[in-house]
């Protein structure tokens, strides 16, 4: 297999090109999309049956638990590549991810305790999918602090990935823990696609709103990206070359 | 428009979410503007003070 994409994907001055090029695409759909689902989510899509009105925070609740949890991810992958193949770019793409996914998974966790209030009779319960989500954020703040503590870059990429690497591990209890425990949280909605929980109506905007904060992630990412590669290769010949200063 | 704006009651715990999720989105595009302005900045200080330290030896 040919691996020549990857290493090039991994040199500072072609991801800074490439994700320039990316960001106002990923921006631009992300808008459309996101607009498009909050139409369809607070104006097409009927009430529900049992909720009412009230169900319609899942159109803010959904994506930011989904993106919570796929920051992580893309967090916890770019660490390990960084740190099996000493990547720069792919460190600081993971260190440009933590904050955005701990912003989600602090909007993920309020809006669920609001959604919760008229439904459950309760802003909390120590619920197994509610705690997981919150040790989550635990382990951004982790990161993110770890990452703060230590003055050398090399070294605070290697310890914080160690971190994001070992917080894997919550990735599987979020998803299952509505079916390996008694949970008030419900059960799994979209991903039972042999019997749909959902109408069209109802289940189109969140899909839309789903991939507009997905492509507004990418564009996110990328921006902070680009800043913390400009930040990491301040010395590099490419970067003056970049900026028009003579070398 | 009064009656859409109610939503049935839970405008209290609908409009908060989004009106935070609003927020955290543009918080997250104004951070990440800034500290990628910044660090342009920064670099362009320091590739124009290398570039004048040139000049001048």
């Known amino acids: 297999m040919d691996w020549t994409w990857f290493h090039r994907f991994g040199s500072p001055p072609h991801f800074y090109r490439i994700a320039g090029k990316l960001i106002p695409w990923f921006a631009w759909l992300a808008a459309l999309t996101g607009v498009a689902g909050l139409i369809g989510g607070l104006i097409l899509a009927p009430p529900d049956y049992q909720q009412g009105e009230g169900y319609r925070i899942i159109y803010v609740h959904v994506p930011a638990a989904v993106l919570s949890t796929m920051a ?15 990547m720069n770019v792919a460190h600081a793409v993971a260190a440009s991810c933590a904050a955005i996914g701990a912003s989600f998974t602090f909007l993920a966790l309020v809006t669920g305790s609001l ?10 319960q120590w619920d197994p999918r509610l705690t997981s989500e919150l040790v989550m954020l635990f382990l951004y703040l982790g990161y993110m602090g770890l990452r703060g503590a230590i003055d ?16 894997v591990i919550n990735l599987p209890i979020i998803h299952y823990s509505v079916d390996w425990w008694n949970s008030l949280h419900q059960g799994h909605t979209l991903l039972k696609f042999s019997k749909p929980s959902m ?9 839309l709103l789903m991939l507009g ?35 | 428009m009064m009656q859409w704006l109610s939503m049935g009651g839970y405008w209290m715990y609908l409009w908060p979410s989004y009106l935070l999720t609003f927020l955290v989105l543009v918080l997250n595009v104004g951070y990440a503007r800034r500290s990628a302005r910044l660090a ?9 003070g290398a570039a004048a330290q040139q000049g001048r030896s």
């Not at chain 1, 959604?115 to 802003?123: A, E, S």
């Not at chain 1, 992630?217 to 970067?239: D, K, T, Y």
């Open chain 1, 72 to 86: 992580y991810a893309v967090m916890a992958t770019a660490a390990g590549v960084g740190l099996i193949w000493r």
């Open chain 1, 199 to 207: 109408p069209p109506s109802m289940l189109v905007p969140l899909l």
């Open chain 1, 115 to 124: 959604w919760g209030r008229p439904m459950w009779g309760t802003y909390w």
């Open chain 1, 213 to 247: 904060f997905v492509l507004y992630f990418a564009a996110i990412v990328l921006v902070r990206s680009r800043g913390e590669v400009l930040r990491r290769e301040r010395n590099a010949r490419w970067i003056a070359e970049l900026l028009g200063a003579p070398s």
């Open chain 1, 152 to 167: 050398d870059t090399a070294r605070a990429d290697r310890a914080s990935a160690v971190l994001a690497l070992v917080g």
């Open chain 2, 40 to 48: 342009r900045l920064e670099a362009l200080r320091r590739v124009q």
